[in-house]
């Protein structure tokens, strides 16, 4: 399972890196949410970790409450984020690297997912369960996103960029009430 842990953190921190570096370039909405939420889930690998130091103990339950935190955090964050660019009617440039992490992200973090759903079912641990829904996510946000993405350019309409954003908060909340109950979704 460390293993597993360790392959998360590396590949979060790349997509963190490139997805913040697009949001940036194209002052992008819906990049800087899909980065966003590689912080989220970086952290959220992070505290899976945790458990096996023993000089820190975090419980699965708090595990799971800090999950949840981290998903209603992200939803703010990409609401205000899609919100404020409607507001001022932010003009987002295509962005090649942003549409390129989000197609890597599409393949990868579905089978990043159902691995980390296969060994929390094996070892039972409810952390592992809650981190492959962070993983989920992050592939239902790549698909947001990319879309965003690609209707802006193919279309030339900024607004979509924005939009995709928005679109994004519904599962996320959903998401975090059910691992703040303890409970993955059914999309893991």
Same mark, same amino acid.
């Given at each position: 399972?460390?293993?597993?842990?360790?392959?998360?953190?590396?590949?979060?921190?790349?997509?963190?890196?490139?997805?913040?570096?697009?949001?940036?370039?194209?002052r992008s909405p819906a990049m800087m949410a899909f980065g966003?939420?590689?912080?989220?889930?970086?952290?959220?690998?992070?505290?899976?970790?945790?458990?096996?130091?023993?000089?820190?103990?975090?419980?699965?339950?708090?595990a799971h409450r800090v999950s949840a935190v981290l998903l209603?955090?992200?939803?703010?964050?990409?609401?205000?984020?899609?919100?404020?660019?409607?507001?001022?009617?932010?003009?987002?440039?295509?962005?090649?690297?942003?549409?390129?992490?989000?197609? &890597? @992200? *599409?393949? /990868?973090? $579905?089978? +990043?997912?159902?691995?980390? #759903?296969?060994?929390? !079912?094996?070892?039972?641990?409810?952390?592992?369960?809650?981190?492959?829904?962070?993983?989920?996510?992050?592939?239902?946000?790549?698909?947001?996103?990319?879309?965003?993405?690609?209707?802006?350019?193919?279309?030339?309409?900024?607004?979509?960029?924005?939009? &995709? @954003? *928005?679109? /994004?908060? $519904?599962? +996320?909340?959903?998401?975090? #009430?059910?691992?703040? !109950?303890?409970?993955?979704c059914g999309c893991c």
């Amino acid at each position: 399972m460390l293993w597993l842990q360790g392959v998360t953190l590396a590949w979060m921190l790349v997509e963190l890196g490139v997805s913040v570096f697009a949001a940036v370039t194209a002052r992008s909405p819906a990049m800087m949410a899909f980065g966003s939420d590689s912080l989220v889930e970086l952290l959220s690998a992070v505290v899976v970790l945790l458990q096996w130091i023993p000089r820190i103990p975090i419980s699965e339950r708090m595990a799971h409450r800090v999950s949840a935190v981290l998903l209603f955090v992200l939803s703010f964050v990409v609401g205000l984020t899609g919100f404020a660019a409607l507001v001022v009617r932010l003009q987002p440039e295509t962005s090649r690297s942003g549409i390129g992490i989000t197609i &890597a @992200a *599409l393949i /990868a973090m $579905p089978v +990043l997912a159902s691995f980390k #759903r296969r060994e929390a !079912r094996l070892s039972k641990n409810a952390a592992l369960a809650a981190d492959a829904v962070q993983s989920a996510t992050c592939a239902y946000l790549a698909l947001v996103t990319l879309a965003g993405l690609a209707m802006n350019a193919v279309f030339h309409m900024p607004w979509f960029d924005s939009l &995709a @954003a *928005l679109l /994004a908060i $519904p599962i +996320l909340i959903k998401e975090g #009430r059910l691992a703040w !109950r303890g409970r993955g979704c059914g999309c893991c």
